[in-house]
Structures are given as structure tokens and as C-alpha cells.
T-cell receptor, first 112, second 113 residues
């Protein structure tokens, strides 16, 4: 059973465009939502994270939007650049848990 | 600080063999977890060790096992390899705190023929 559903599986965006990746969850015990970025040949690295007490968190061109009632959260990459081409994983952790549940990932390609 | 180091980077094994993968965490990190990454299933949690004890375990068969040493280094072993075990195996370390970010190594690419 997939506890964190991520979409789309792949995404192609033109340079300068907005990339949007969505995730949904069912477990209301989740209370911490990190996003990881993985470049080819590398392990994932933490990009940005949010808690459900805020609806939005922005770090540079990357923004997480969180909708607690809908149990959905999304990553927006503004002014997407070819260097943003990578696989993005959303994740969720329940209170007191050390182990995140990952979405299946989104492969993002940004064309120059 | 040096990052998480995984060795070897690539492995080719034959069905039925066993394999041992190694992970050296970031200095000071006492939690080490292992993930299997495949194109179809994404990142799947194998197990997590903290202070030489397995603290969490994912839904993998008993052929997958691990251990952690007193210096926090960890090894993962897969016995009786199957073709479906071909994957990228990632190790991650983290500090003790809840919601501490995972720091991943670059993985070991295992191919079973």
C-alpha cells in the first residue's frame, strides 16, 4: 500500500517555467514533510521541508505548499533551470518516527 | 565533514550468491538506514540501526540483513541473490533527533545475472 502518492511520474518543463509536483497522503499522523532531490549517480539530498502548522514555505526558487484538510502538499520550482533536472521525492514522517515514507519520485527535465 | 561513503559503487553477482555492502556514516551520526531504489518501486526502506541495534525494519524477506558496528559503520548482506534484487542500494545516516534529515551516500549499484 502506497502511503504517499506522488505525481506526475515525469515532467518536462521549458527553462524559465514553473515545475509543480504533487503529493497526497492518508495517514493523519504524518506531521513532517521533506522533499529530496536526486541527481543522476548521486544519492538523494534534502531540499526543503515543511510542518503542517504552516501553509507555505519558500526557499529561493523552491516553495512547498501544504493543504492539511486535503492532505496534500506540493513542490513548486519557479523559473526552472536546466540544472534543476533531477528526480524529486516527497516524503512524510509520523510524529516520533525516524523513518520517512517516500513517494515514488518525479523525474524532472528542464529544457534549455 | 566527510559525507556518507558506500562501497563498492558497483557489483555484479550471479543468482544464488551472497553480497555484502558497506556504509560509513557522517562522523557523529549514530543512525544508519538502508534503502533499495528501483525504477518501479522508488525508495523502499530496508532497515535502520542505531547504536548497533536494529531499531526499525521494512518489509523485506529475511535474505536481507544488516548490522552496525561500534563506530557506527554499517553493513548490509543479501543472501541467495535473486534477479529481482538488482537495484541501487542507498545508505543514509542522520543525527539522533526526530525529523533529522537523512544524508545519503551515492549508493551501490547491484546487478544480479
Amino acid at each position: 500500500q502506497q502511503q504517499v502518492k506522488q505525481s506526475p511520474q515525469s515532467l518536462i518543463v521549458q527553462k524559465g517555467g514553473i515545475s509543480i509536483i504533487n503529493c497526497a497522503y492518508e495517514n493523519t499522523a504524518f506531521d513532517y514533510f521533506p522533499w529530496y532531490q536526486q541527481f543522476p549517480g548521486k544519492g538523494p539530498a534534502l531540499l526543503i521541508a515543511i510542518r503542517p502548522d504552516v501553509s507555505e514555505k519558500k526557499e529561493g526558487r523552491f516553495t512547498i505548499s501544504f493543504n492539511k484538510s486535503a492532505k496534500q502538499f506540493s513542490l513548486h520550482i519557479m523559473d526552472s533551470q536546466p540544472g534543476d533536472s533531477a528526480t524529486y521525492f516527497c516524503a512524510a514522517l509520523a510524529g516520533g518516527s525516524y523513518i520517512p515514507t517516500f513517494g515514488r519520485g518525479t523525474s524532472l527535465i528542464v529544457h534549455p | 565533514k566527510a559525507g556518507v561513503t558506500q562501497t563498492p559503487r558497483y557489483l555484479i553477482k550471479t543468482r544464488g550468491q551472497q553480497v555484502t555492502l558497506s556504509c560509513s556514516p557522517i562522523s557523529g551520526h549514530r543512525s544508519v538506514s538502508w534503502y533499495q531504489q528501483t525504477p518501479g518501486q522508488g525508495l523502499q526502506f530496508l532497515f535502520e540501526y542505531f547504536s548497533e541495534t536494529q531499531r526499525n525494519k521494512g518489509n523485506f524477506p529475511g535474505r536481507f540483513s544488516g548490522r552496525q558496528f561500534s563506530n557506527s559503520r554499517s553493513e548490509m548482506n543479501v543472501s541467495t541473490l535473486e534477479l529481482g534484487d538488482s537495484a541501487l542500494y542507498l545508505c543514509a545516516s542522520s543525527e539522533q533527533g526526530i525529523n533529522s534529515p537523512l544524508h545519503f551516500g551515492n549508493g551501490t549499484r547491484l546487478t544480479v545475472t
